[in-house]
């Protein structure tokens, strides 16, 4: 039996196309003055102690630039650039520059879902900090209330079997009892083999592939 949703935003809650051509090229915008502004600030130290740690070198502030807009160029999944990119969107969210973008279905279903009793998390590879920075600040209002917990690849890859097993455990329930929304198949086949129900979740401009259950809207699922 069902007890919780989990979900992905990128593909999933939330268009492709508003990370990609919205955030991720404002972060990169922003990140120099940003570092600049901030660079004796303990929090960035923190970032920058990281970064030193996986060139394995000193990292003077253009390297940090240099290496942070290279990366943010890649789309790499590094700790030190997610804590940093959420850092600079939580300065964009509050000035209103930005808002995060959720699909009408999304914000009716999960709702609804929430009303019914479901628990309802979500697992991204964003920051739990820019999670909720992004449900915080929508077009629909704060939606933060909605979720019972966020969860980030500080828990592990989201290609990984083990992750999905730890998020189990650490919410207190079964594998099983999860339902897992993606657009991506090798983290619905990572949940899958931890023991979830999962469903490929296929937007506009995706390509509908056949290994998974797939929906097109959240309209089309019944927990």
Do not use: C
Not at 121 to 132: D, E, I, L, M, N
Not at 158 to 171: D, F, G, P, Q
Request: glycine share 8%; aromatic share 12%; net charge negative.
């Amino acid at each position: 039996m069902i007890k919780a949703i989990l979900t992905d935003i990128e593909g999933t809650t939330s268009s492709i196309d508003y990370v990609k051509e919205v955030m991720f090229p404002y972060s990169k915008e922003k990140l120099e003055t940003f570092l600049q502004s901030h660079w004796q600030k303990e929090w960035v130290r923190s970032i920058i102690g990281e970064l030193e740690k996986r060139l394995g070198k000193p990292v003077s502030l253009e390297l940090a630039i240099e290496t942070f807009k290279d990366w943010i160029e890649r789309d790499l999944k590094e700790p030190a650039l997610k804590e940093l990119q959420g850092h600079i969107w939580e300065e964009g969210f509050i000035s209103g520059e930005l808002k995060g973008h959720i699909y009408e279905d999304a914000y009716l279903k999960l709702k609804e879902w929430k009303e019914k009793g479901y628990r309802l998390y979500v697992y991204s590879s964003g920051s739990v900090k820019a999670q909720r920075l992004f449900f915080g600040h929508t077009e629909y209002g704060d939606l933060n209330w909605l979720f019972d917990g966020f969860f980030d690849t500080s828990v592990g890859s989201k290609r990984e079997r083990s992750s999905y097993e730890k998020i189990a455990n650490l919410v207190g329930l079964a594998p099983e009892e999860f339902l897992f929304l993606s657009d991506r198949e090798e983290e619905l086949r990572a949940a899958e083999l931890a023991g979830m129900n999962t469903a490929l979740v296929v937007r506009e401009g995706t390509p509908q592939r056949g290994e998974h259950r797939t929906i097109r809207s959240f309209y089309e699922l019944e927990p």
